[in-house]
């Protein structure tokens, strides 16, 4: 069950923080209505993570779906690609 308190609570916010644990984030209302959430370090790097995933699953989507509309292109393409790339950095 998540913890819910006024914002008020805050003029003690070590007894707020307190109540904040992995996956168990407090959740402060102003006026009767939710207004912030205080949450872990660790639920922070696990939103982030699941962020860049999606961001990463859209991508290859969009790249999924370049392919099949404009075509695919072969292996050896990719090669000679990126072989043309290299000589281009080494000048």
């Known amino acids: 069950m998540p913890t819910i308190a006024p914002i008020s609570e805050l003029r ?42 999606v ?9 999924f ?3 099949e509309e404009e075509g695919w292109i072969s292996d050896d393409e990719v090669a000679e690609h990126f072989k043309n790339r290299r000589r281009m950095v080494k000048g």
């Not at 904040?20 to 982030?48: C, M, W």
């Open 12 to 53: 003690n916010y070590g007894q707020v923080l307190d109540k904040v644990e992995a996956g168990k984030p407090v959740y402060l209302t102003k006026n009767g209505r939710g207004q912030y959430s205080i949450h872990s370090i660790e639920d922070d790097e696990i939103f982030d993570k699941a962020r860049a995933m």
């Open 55 to 63: 961001k990463l699953i859209s991508e290859l989507n969009a790249g």
């Open 65 to 67: 779906a370049s392919g």
